[in-house]
């Protein structure tokens, strides 16, 4: 009698999932430990989560995280994107408990590779510190959003639109520390950029706007804050005006 296969709880929770989603043909298939099968699995999941389907997507995730570390080993940089895209679902899904480690793990595996993109350690220290963010842990995220910030000015220019949000992005977590001041400035040229290079209807230049609307009421300038709420009113979010 021939052995029967030993299934690890990412396989197992992965088959279970594709019958549940009338994907069961796949399960086979799905099941070969290489490279092409933790791509496909990423796709899939990225497929699922388009959709809004974030506890179908998880298993398919955890099931390429663990192909890949096998395959590439723990510190691989490619394991960390792995790691990135598992911890981002779950940050997506309000699990901050289970999303941290796996971001920070990111990060030191892409900090400490040799020759890294910086883009992906902008990115690493970009999920984290919105993760701190959400978590209310604002002095945390601030040191993060103003490494991201050098390496987005470095590499894009200091007007391009990933700049103006990580400006947005910081300049919320100063707001919440009570440094208002920065923060106005902050706005201020975030709001610059993105009226520079994005549509008036573009919801990071709504954003930014509303965000600095709502610091100039807080402050007590409701004159430049009305104005700033009517330009609001104007612009619908379809784009209609």
């Not at 639109?161 to 919440?176: G, I, R």
């Amino acid at each position: 009698m021939a052995n029967k296969k030993i299934r690890t709880p990412a396989q197992e929770r992965l088959g279970f999932v594709l019958r549940q989603n009338g994907m069961g043909g796949l399960e086979e298939q799905l099941s070969a430990e290489n490279m092409e099968t933790s791509i496909c699995l990423d796709n899939l999941a990225l497929f699922l989560r388009s959709q809004g389907k974030h506890e179908a997507a998880e298993p398919f995730l955890r099931r390429s995280l663990e192909i890949c570390e096998k395959l590439l080993g723990a510190d691989h940089p490619d394991t960390a994107t792995n790691l990135t895209n598992l911890g981002v679902l779950l940050l997506e899904k309000g699990d901050l408990t289970g999303a941290e480690p796996l971001c920070r793990r990111a990060l030191s595996i892409w900090e400490n590779s040799p020759g890294e993109d910086p883009l992906n350690i902008a990115t690493g220290l970009s999920n984290l510190a919105s993760l701190l963010q959400t978590k209310g842990d604002y002095a945390g995220a601030e040191p993060l959003y103003r490494r991201v910030l050098a390496i987005w000015e470095k590499s894009f220019g200091a007007d391009h639109p990933d700049v103006a949000m990580t400006l947005n992005n910081l300049a919320l977590a100063l707001c919440s520390q009570g440094n208002n001041a920065e923060a106005e400035q902050l706005y201020r040229r975030a709001l610059a950029i993105c009226d520079k290079s994005l549509d008036a209807n573009h919801p990071d230049r709504m954003a930014t706007l509303k965000n600095l609307a709502d610091l100039l009421e807080a402050q007590g300038d409701y004159a430049a804050a009305e104005q700033l709420y009517q330009q609001l009113a104007t612009v619908e979010p379809d784009g209609k005006s």
